[in-house]
């Protein structure tokens, strides 16, 4: 696996109660898979043909003991020697993904005005991120083919995918005081939340929160909220 990661991040103040800050950042993730001890199909149908000849137990196809078949014994605990399983099993297989992503945002935060129970805080913001993924399965095409038992399973094609999308976003957020310093109610504060997304591949989403934190006195704090999300989709669903 290789990684690489570079970022850039500043930021500075409106005034004497809103700061701003802004980022961009990329960053890529490669794996190289190596899968060993992959059975190679004609062999392993051919090794587990077995017949007996003067006593021993051989491959039944008289080709596949010319190229040095070694019979699977099925009835046994005991593990098969290394000569079967070059026989059987001698493929590696490799694979190569890549992902990466482009990100960048800015956003402010700070206090709105003051109320009775004390300052309404807020942080808004917008963000843009790209996306890629590529796949590229083992490109000895014969070998696949040969080591391919059914669709869905481990040994299964693994199709090659360039993929990519694009994603804007805005969200905002707002604490609003309600009460403070009185009995049974130290705290007791408003929380709202919302973003909207626009993706380049899926539809549109929106997601919210709505919640409140009470603080009856000092050491507890309980929270309740209710909120609503959207995931899309990864480039493999």
């Not at 090794?47 to 099925?74: F, K, S, Y």
Request: glycine letters at 10%; charged letters at 20%; one cysteine or more.
């Amino acid at each position: 696996r290789r990684t690489t990661t570079v970022g850039l991040e500043f930021g500075g103040n409106l005034g004497a109660y809103t700061a701003w800050s802004a980022f961009a950042q990329y960053g890529s993730v490669t794996n190289d898979f190596v899968q060993g001890n992959v059975p190679r199909r004609s062999h392993w149908l051919a090794a587990r043909d077995v017949i007996e000849v003067n006593g021993q137990p051989v491959c039944r196809d008289a080709a596949a003991r010319a190229a040095g078949c070694v019979p699977t014994n099925l009835y046994t605990t005991v593990m098969p020697g290394q000569d079967w399983v070059d026989y059987v099993m001698p493929y590696e297989r490799y694979e190569v993904t890549k992902n990466s992503m482009l990100n960048a945002g800015i956003g402010i935060n700070g206090d709105l005005f003051d109320m009775w129970a004390g300052t309404v805080r807020f942080a808004a913001g917008a963000e843009w991120r790209e996306e890629k993924l590529d796949t590229r399965d083992d490109p000895d095409t014969a070998k696949l083919n040969n080591i391919i038992w059914s669709g869905g399973n481990d040994h299964g094609l693994h199709p090659d995918m360039s993929a990519e999308r694009r994603v804007a976003e805005v969200y905002g957020e707002v604490v609003v005081p309600l009460l403070s310093d009185l009995p049974f109610a130290r705290k007791l504060d408003l929380e709202a939340a919302a973003r909207y997304s626009h993706y380049s591949d899926n539809p549109s989403t929106k997601t919210w929160k709505l919640g409140m934190v009470w603080s009856p006195f000092e050491g507890l704090a309980l929270r309740g909220v209710k909120g609503f999300s959207t995931r899309v989709p990864n480039f493999g669903e």
